[in-house]
């Protein structure tokens, strides 16, 4: 059994609308639960263009949309260190290992390199994450 939230119960502009935000209205599905991979840039369109049409008051939501586009800046976008990033956006961030220990030797993870023994041309040295150890990928 699927559960998803209720939203856009209307529409009222006369304007055009992009294809993937009809698709929201006409299924009833929420900015919350959008049909894309959050913090894509399809998923950062949508909610800015959901925002547009609220404000103007062309676009009904329900309580949990208007709560989160009340309540947060989602859907615009900003820059940090020279890049875009999105506004609100919760990312995870994975901590990256880059360097490692192989048979007791540092080595750089996840970067190709010659092989200067025997067998393949090049050598991976990847993270084993089950084993939580380093292994040679030839």
Do not use: C
Not at 29 to 54: F, M, N, Q, T
Not at 107 to 132: A, C, E, F, M, Q
């Amino acid at each position: 059994m699927s559960f998803r939230i209720k939203s856009f119960s209307e529409y009222r502009g006369s304007e055009n609308i992009s294809e993937s935000l009809r698709y929201h209205i006409d299924n009833n599905i929420s900015i919350v639960e959008s049909i894309y991979r959050p913090g894509s840039r399809a998923h950062i369109e949508i909610i800015k263009e959901a925002r547009e049409l609220w404000k103007g008051g062309n676009l009904d939501l329900d309580v949990i949309d208007r709560s989160i586009l009340e309540s947060t800046e989602l859907g615009d976008i900003g820059y940090y260190n020279g890049k875009v990033v999105p506004i609100d956006m919760p990312i995870e961030v994975l901590d990256q290992i880059s360097e490692a220990k192989y048979k007791g030797r540092k080595v750089d993870l996840n970067k190709p390199k010659r092989n200067s023994g025997s067998g393949t041309k090049y050598v991976v040295y990847v993270r084993d994450t089950k084993k939580k150890r380093e292994i040679k990928d030839e």
